[in-house]
């Protein structure tokens, strides 16, 4: 059973840091680009960041760029996204997706809260 769990979010003031993580079972976690996307109150979906599978080649929305930083541990098939200075228009849930070379397969998270208020 293919599984992606996030972790790591909650409560934090504006310019604080959380980490979040992303587990994977279930499917050659290494042979999947890897994705975090947001969704804040009443909006759409948000691509912010990627990573290759490799990890070697990482991108970022404008938005987050030089705040976030994403990574992968192909070992321990765990995706992060370390996240600093964080803002209230950061607040949203945070969801992580694998998507295989092709493009055939996609998988999705069940997402995780951030919260950005003092």
């Known amino acids: 059973e293919v599984q992606l769990v996030e972790s790591g979010g909650g409560l934090v003031q504006p310019g604080g840091s959380l980490r979040l993580s992303c587990a994977a079972s279930g499917f050659i976690f290494s042979d999947y680009t890897m994705t975090w996307v947001r969704q804040a109150p009443g909006k759409g979906l948000e691509w912010v960041s990627a990573?290759?599978?490799?990890?070697?080649?990482?991108a970022y929305a404008d938005s987050v760029k030089g705040r976030f930083t994403v990574s992968r541990d192909n070992d321990k098939n765990i995706l992060y996204l370390q996240m600093i200075s964080l803002k209230p228009e950061d607040a949203a849930v945070y969801y992580c997706q694998a998507q295989s070379i092709a493009g055939e397969f996609v998988y999705w998270g069940q997402g995780t809260q951030v919260s950005v208020s003092s």
């Open positions: 990573v290759t599978r490799s990890g070697g080649g990482t």
